[in-house]
């Protein structure tokens, strides 16, 4: 594995007679590959064009950029780009992906939705929950995957669902679960402090376990505890999160940069200055973001209060059972649904349990149909399960704030019921270099070797020889969204052919059905991880 904490200096392009030279010769000076892309317009990790060039591979590696090797070399396939561009496979650095390459199912295991929108790396473990025991479970897949550690599930695991501090001796527990699953791997530390049980958590104690994976070459990547003004505000949750960074001298990823709510909307700017003010200090401070105006979750998440959640969705039904409880929570599930722009913009995207027939409908319509009040019908549901929500609750000129920031990238935050997981990459390429916002290069950089630079995969994010061969090819003027609110699950169209380590998986814009794809592992610092771990 060529990952580690530590940047390998110089990513440039080997001369044209050194990369010939690289490769191997079948027949005495000619050299032999196993595929050969020839003909497209070429753009690198960095943004920056690279000329007419052709790209070998062999061995799942790229072993030469240069012109004319198709026809210099002794190449087993040729692919021909004509009039497409080609670009690093992109690099996803926050999905939900999780269900998908730990199935048992290598039919899952091909994670399509990511493959289908050029995505040859998807970052899993997201928001906190991090995956158990991954490097035992990993098993090939259509893409590769990197893991993050997650706050979330080692809270659980050491103090339940409880709205409490934890003791100096679960504190240490928790300390070993993080350095566990940095030594097997993780590229870092993920939290969703949003979400219980991590909501109650102070920041020391984020602070001492992201300065475990800050020993151990990791990073941060934050859900943050307020994206809009549900408790503290989304910039006094910024502050926690460089706050935390600091401390823990930690890079710190945001997850999904929003100003969720109209109580926050226009707030960007202030966000973007805090952020940049710490980027002046010498602090790493980069984050993701998806182009939809709606979030995707749950109603249990979105909508409820969290001390109502102390003890799980459990004790929330039984507070349910109880009047007086049950008007404190109508109370604040109302309040909360004003906080996201009301019930008409709560979309019921999927049903969790035995609901019937509430997918597709606003929580406004849902009321309406039961006649009963917006969060009286959210109360319903949960008695019973749970749902899915597009919470449409930004605004165009955050987004787009948001959006053309040097420190900002692509990534999909992609979840069930919602077209982020299938579309979020044609989407951006259509709203930001259709929509003028960014030229291609900016777009192919922020989608793929910012990305590696940010997670610190090394030889990924960029075509340059001794590289993986993570390679996306596809005609910009058909790269387009399939998915949308109402059919979230489309394949994107546009990608003609995708290579994972070196593998085609998309061939003329069908699935091949292989699973070339891996574990990547971050390496730990040289000395840091004893035998055993
Ligand atoms: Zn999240």
Redesign the pocket.
Known sequence: MLLNSTRSPGRGLLTAAMAVLLGSCATPGIPSYDLVITGGEAINGDGKPLGPVDIAVRNGQIVAIAPNLATTGRASRVIDAQGQLVAPGFIDP?THADGEVFSEDAQQRANLAYAFQGVTTVVVG??GQGIRDFPTRAAPAGTNYAVLAGFGGIRRDVLGDADRSPSPQELEQMRQAVRKDMCAGALGLSA?L?YVPQSFAQTDEVVMLAGEAAGLGGYYDT?MRDEGDFGAGVLAALEEALDIGRRANIPVHI??IKALGPAVWGQSKAMIAKVEAARATGQRVTADQYPWRASGTRISSALVPRWALDGGMEALRNRLGDPAMEARIAEGIAANITRRGGAESLLVTGEISSQDGIAGLTLAEIAGQWETRPEQAAIKILQRGDARLASFNMEPADIANFAVQEWVMTGS?GSSGHPRKFATYPKAWQDLVGGGLMDRGRFIRRSSGQVADTIGLQDRGYLAVGFAADIVIFDPAVFVPVANYTRPEDLARGVSTLLVNGQVVIEEGRYTGILPGKLLKRQPPAGQCGAGE
């Open positions: 926050h997201s928001d969703g949003y859900h997850s999904h935050d």
